[in-house]
């Protein structure tokens, strides 16, 4: 009995060991028993960006950014200027020429005015020198339908020469259509404005993914997390909102609310985006990224050293995003899952 339950064991042995076909079938049954496999997709790459849509943003392999930080000054060129004195010097304060000015000699008050042509978001007024001896009262106003004034900048003083003067910066929201400059001498003098600038908050930057370009496979089931690798200096943001799709067409599902992972941290996405509907799977995730600056730079616009001495302003810093991960689950299946891996830079 015993030489018989020993040959059964040995042929047994000598079966699995040299027959393909039964190790085969072990195997199958081994990955039957496979539950769903994690995958992710990796966006990194200059193609994995410029794959999607982006609106003011600046990307190359393993970095995201705003692209006009800070931005540049409004072009007035073309725009109604008026001036209640001084009418033939009235372009000079906006020709970008620092060394032709609006100027007269009065002890009269007066304005100088221009006229957008429509709303204008405004973040930063610029002056380059003005000067008049005991100049009096300047101020800088803004509006919207040109009776209804607001001030931008009150009081502000004369000279020195040669030097940018701020005029009114990091106003949350100064939306106006018009903008004066208001000045009432002290007594008859002789006075000229050189240069003036407007500039716009700085605009957010936002990149969207392809629509299909975020995909969990035929064997897709559930997505899980998203993880992204950023840099978020003070006053900045970096937001995200996701969607999932049947076929990257219809997105029946919404944006999610805005998202705000910190860095190298996984967020969990599952209850953010429709993974599955019964037997329908949302293979497609979508992923919506915005930058902002919430101080617009202005302030490092013009850098001084002194009166009369400009020096090159630091690079105003913006957020920046180097990659992000999606982690996601693939379906049990017979075949063991095989582990995926997209970049996207
Ligand atoms: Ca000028």
Request: include cysteine; charge should be negative; aromatic fraction near 12%.
């Amino acid at each position: 009995m015993k030489n018989k339950v020993l040959r059964f064991v040995i042929i047994i042995v000598l079966v699995v060991a040299f027959v393909p076909g039964v190790q085969y079938f072990w195997k199958s049954k081994q990955k039957i028993a496979v539950h769903a496999s994690n995958a992710s997709q990796i966006l990194s790459s200059s193609s994995d960006w410029s794959a999607g849509v982006s609106s003011n943003i600046e990307s190359s392999s393993g970095s995201l950014n705003i692209s006009q930080l800070p931005p540049p000054k409004i072009d007035t060129s073309g725009m109604t200027v008026t001036a209640s004195k001084f009418d033939s010097t009235k372009l000079n304060l906006v020709d970008a020429n620092l060394s032709t000015a609006f100027m007269g000699t009065t002890g009269d008050p007066f304005y100088w005015q221009i006229d957008f042509g429509g709303n204008r978001q405004l973040s930063c007024v610029y002056f380059y020198e003005f000067v008049g001896s005991s100049i009096g009262d300047v101020s800088i106003y803004g509006s919207t339908n040109e009776t209804d004034w607001t001030a931008i900048y009150e009081h502000f003083p004369g000279g020195p020469d040669g030097l940018w003067h701020c005029g009114g910066c990091g106003s949350a929201n100064m939306t106006y259509r018009y903008v004066r400059i208001s000045v009432t001498p002290a007594y008859s003098t002789s006075l000229f404005f050189d240069e003036i600038e407007f500039y716009p908050p700085t605009a957010p930057g936002t990149h969207t993914t392809a629509a299909t370009q975020i995909d969990g496979g035929t064997n897709f089931w559930q997505w899980q997390t998203f993880t992204p690798t950023e840099t978020v200096p003070a006053n900045t943001a970096v937001t995200y909102r996701f969607r999932s799709s049947v076929n990257g067409t219809d997105w029946t599902d919404p944006w999610s609310a805005v998202q705000t992972p910190t860095s190298g941290n996984a967020l969990d996405i599952s209850g953010l985006v429709t993974s599955r509907s019964g037997e329908t799977k949302y293979r497609y995730l979508q992923v919506e990224t915005t930058l902002s600056r919430s101080d617009n730079g202005n302030d490092l616009r013009h850098c001084f050293d002194g009166p009369g001495s400009e020096i090159p302003c630091p690079p105003t810093i913006g957020p920046s995003v180097d990659s992000y991960s999606i982690g996601y689950h693939t379906e049990q299946k017979p075949n063991k899952p095989v582990a995926q891996t997209a970049v996207i830079q």
